[in-house]
């Protein structure tokens, strides 16, 4: 079974209008993420800095502890919010006041995350969607117990849904409840597809961890640390690497590939545990609820009528097994970590195409239907750069060490690269929905509806002037970077925004 956030209990919304605070244990859960950062500067300091102050480093401490929680407690004292009968207000401020009125028309939803601490304390942080922008930092409650979450929850959503209906809250109804009752399930991963998820989503994660350790530590290390003769001395391996014949060091080399290889698919396989762990989706009445997390707990609801387009990613093996991601692309926020919702990390075709079913949005044609742009794609980057990495390498092998030489053998993999991209890339305009495929490996196909394109731009380089050919940028709402049709013929690409505009 999946875990939820909250359990479904009725929730009186009487006396909602008083003055509230966050959770006291909130300044546990702050003082926690501050603490280990604290901890590093003191070790520094004891250890790297003037020796006058290392001594002094027990009292510097106690004084920065006392100091941290101070102004936690004081920030925590000074923060506010109370549900009004039309808006919700948000006080915050030590020196400077802030005081935000959110009213519940605007708000879409409300979304709760649960980390580890907080899950252990009983606690949730409330996100509130607005309809101003994807970032959802415009309603945060970091944090509150889950029976508070659950009535801020309910109380307004009766109360947007009040105001929509232009009936009194307190007359629509006594009481009201997160009812399981109005969902209806549409796509869940057991164990087995979470793990299998996990392997194509290879990750160095855990060289990431590493390189961000050594970073903050990098005091305790020696200068010389990533000399690779010092660190075969450190794992007592450099007699024996200097022993062997060229053959067996080349099968060491192979062997230290693998081994970053079995790292990477854990790192991939743990990452996807953590993330994916007991995925529930679910289709409610507006739109979708998404459940998901080992560690750290999110329930986040996403609105149909705010999913701008849907992006299906896949992969040479995982397209042959028959394996494909969507995302959507919506104005709702996800997590800090994501531009993108994903709603389905692993789901068959089939799969896919019932949830795409659900917003509108279709996935009728693929690759061998759709139209193939210029083969000046993939040569043209290649006479303008290749040459500057082509002469570099014989400079520094002229200078520096001849076997910089053997570099040019990967030269060839460049162009075989840039051809595959361009081969990959194509697109397609079926009735009123825009089919764009980018990459190879990493395989993305954006399915646009016209009715959510904001802007269509033409854009054309010297080059690509000089020998007719242009770009199409589509602006959507919600993505960071636009839909680009690459290395079309400038006549096919008027033709082309002429008719994203005029359907759209």
Not at 384 to 390: D, N, Y
Request: aromatic residues 8%; contains cysteine.
């Amino acid at each position: 079974m999946n875990e939820t956030l909250i359990a479904p209990q009725p929730v009186p919304i009487a006396d909602t209008a008083t003055e509230r605070r966050l959770h006291p244990l909130t300044l546990l859960l702050n003082l926690s993420r501050q603490l280990p950062q604290a901890i590093i500067g003191l070790i520094a300091l004891r250890l790297s800095g003037p020796d006058e102050i290392r001594g002094w480093v027990a009292l510097i401490a106690f004084f920065a502890i006392v100091a941290m929680f101070g102004t936690e407690f004081w920030k925590w004292w000074r923060f506010s919010y109370r549900l009004g009968e039309e808006e919700l207000r948000i006080a915050s401020g030590i020196i400077s006041r802030n005081v935000r009125s959110i009213p519940y028309e605007r708000i879409q939803d409300v979304n709760l995350e649960q980390g580890l601490l907080a899950r252990m304390l009983g606690m949730a942080k409330v996100r509130l969607e607005t309809g101003s922008s994807g970032s959802g930092d415009e309603g945060v409650l970091d944090s509150v117990d889950l029976a508070e979450a659950s009535r801020l929850r309910d109380v307004i959503r009766l109360r947007k849904a009040a105001q929509e209906t232009a009936e009194p809250a307190a007359e629509a109804a006594p009481e009201f409840t997160h009812a399981a009752a109005e969902t209806r399930p549409m796509f869940a991963m057991d164990t087995r597809r979470v793990l299998t998820a996990g392997v194509f989503n290879f990750s160095l994660v855990f060289f990431a961890l590493v390189g961000a350790l050594v970073n903050n530590l990098d005091f305790l290390l020696p200068g010389d640390i990533w000399d690779p003769r010092r660190l075969l001395d450190m794992l007592g391996l450099e007699d024996l690497f200097a022993a062997l014949d060229i053959a067996a060091r080349v099968m060491s080399i192979i062997a230290a590939l693998f081994s970053l290889l079995v790292i990477g698919l854990l790192g991939g396989v743990i990452r996807t545990v953590l993330r994916e762990h007991g995925f529930r989706l679910d289709r409610t009445e507006t739109g979708f609820r998404r459940r998901r997390g080992l560690i750290t707990l999110t329930d986040v609801v996403m609105p149909l009528h705010r999913i701008q387009a849907a992006v299906i990613a896949t992969g040479p093996l995982r397209r042959r097994l028959g394996w494909f991601e969507l995302k959507v692309q919506s104005l709702a926020s996800d997590s800090d970590k994501e531009s993108d919702h994903a709603i389905a990390p692993l789901a068959h075709a089939d799969e896919v195409r019932a949830i795409l079913n659900e917003t509108g949005i279709r996935w009728d044609t693929d690759y061998p239907e759709m139209q193939p742009v210029d083969p000046a794609m993939w040569w043209v980057p290649l006479v303008f750069a290749l040459p500057v990495p082509m002469i570099g390498i014989g400079v520094s092998a002229t200078f520096a060490n001849p076997w910089l030489f053997l570099l040019y053998a990967l030269l060839p993999a460049v162009p075989l690269c840039s051809r595959l991209h361009w081969r990959a890339h194509r697109y397609a305009l079926e009735g009123k929905q825009l089919y764009v495929r980018d990459g190879f490996w990493a395989q993305r196909l954006t399915l646009l509806p016209l009715r959510r394109v904001q802007s269509v731009d033409i854009t054309q380089s010297a080059v690509s002037r000089f020998i007719g050919l242009a770009e199409i940028e589509i602006g959507v709402a919600g993505r960071s970077s636009p839909v680009t049709i690459h290395a079309i013929p400038l006549d096919d690409a008027i033709a082309l925004r002429s008719r994203l505009l005029a359907l759209s």
